[in-house]
């Protein structure tokens, strides 16, 4: 059995978005070719695939499905009947989940430093279309590469920065995080990933002692912004060039629903402090209709009404109403601390209300 991380303070420091055969090392394929500051990449020590992606997941019934303490937070994604949920206490162990929706490839990532979770999907063209953790980091931040081709993707910048993919920008599906007690009341039908991964860890120990809760980073980041707490969890959002930051604690204990622009593009925020959960959509719909929206009294996954009468989910699809069916438009966003999001927005403005 592999010895618990948290048990050795300075393993905590190489181990914690990294990845490696062993070697204690990276071999990136080509070093001279990164899209960010070369100075900038570290390795985080153990190497490429020393913390190892989980590429045969298991699911089980929400329900039966040992999932750790009710607050503690797992992410969520669905298309049609096919929802599916996966907890941090995993997470933070394993870093990616080479997994299906709907039978195509997805890839779900996680940095246990810089609190951000994705969803991407995975190219239907490669023979092996499955990501690693690389072993590499920036701005304190995961670097994936693609088992495909060898190349190196920025999390936080959502694009191969590195290698012969130099350059793309994956595509984002719809991801909720929120804590299990929630993601349970929303989806009690749903399938969450069992702690049967195929590997000998204790999942409920968290392997970087008071890391979420206490202002230390164990790598650097440039820029650093100090106008929050470095670990306060935050809803980011890009919009041409534009960046806002909206503090999930401070929404209200019921749904609370921002109508907002940013850079002139009509978005809804919808979130709850006590049920921890924030998400962003563009307020336009295909057809140009611009909705108005309120916070819905249905229960949850329901989240948002409109002005046309229609309400709508958690993923930003109409449950009921003329627009049934129909999705919101995303974003550029996602959850992490605001260290990170500032490190990589450091234009950001943060959300005053």
Not at 49 to 58: E, T, V
Not at 173 to 199: I, K
């Amino acid at each position: 059995m592999q010895k618990r991380i948290s048990r050795f303070a300075g393993l905590v420091l190489l181990a914690a978005c990294g990845g490696g055969d062993g070697s204690g090392g990276s071999t990136p394929s080509d070093i001279s070719d990164w899209l960010i500051p070369e100075n900038q990449v570290v390795d985080g020590g153990p190497g490429r695939d020393g913390i190892p992606s989980i590429d045969n997941p298991l699911f089980l019934p929400a329900s039966q499905a040992l999932g750790g303490l009710p607050q503690n937070l797992v992410v969520g994604y669905k298309s049609g009947s096919e929802v599916k949920a996966v907890p941090h206490d995993i997470l933070d162990w394993h870093e990616i989940v080479n997994d299906t929706l709907q039978g195509e490839p997805v890839v779900l990532n996680y940095c246990p430093l810089t609190g951000s979770a994705m969803l991407w999907r995975s190219s239907v063209a490669d023979t092996d279309p499955t990501f690693g953790v690389s072993g590499l980091l920036y701005n304190s931040n995961l670097i994936l590469f693609d088992r495909q081709t060898n190349s190196n993707w920025s999390q936080m910048r959502v694009q191969a920065v590195q290698g012969t993919r130099r350059g793309e920008v994956p595509e984002s599906l719809p991801l909720v995080e929120t804590t299990l007690a929630t993601w349970r009341e929303m989806y009690p039908d749903s399938f969450l990933l069992s702690r049967q991964t195929g590997f000998s860890r204790d999942y409920d120990d968290y392997p970087y002692g008071t890391y979420r809760t206490d202002d230390n980073l164990l790598f650097d980041v440039q820029p650093r912004d100090f106008r929050l707490l470095e670990k306060t969890r935050v809803l980011g959002v890009r919009m041409n060039g534009f960046a806002r930051a909206y503090v999930i604690d401070e929404f209200g204990p019921g749904i609370e629903v921002i109508n907002d622009t940013l850079d002139g593009v009509p978005i809804v925020v919808a979130g709850s402090a006590e049920k921890n959960i924030a998400v962003v959509f563009r307020s336009t719909l295909a057809d140009g209709t611009v909705l108005d929206f309120a916070p819905s009294s249905d229960p949850l996954p329901t989240i948002m009404t409109d002005n046309e009468g229609n309400t709508w989910d958690v993923f930003g699809e109409a449950l009921t109403g003329t627009r049934s069916t129909e999705k919101l438009a995303l974003t550029q966003s996602y959850i992490a601390f605001w260290f990170a999001w500032a490190a990589f927005n450091p234009d950001s403005e943060i959300d005053v209300r």
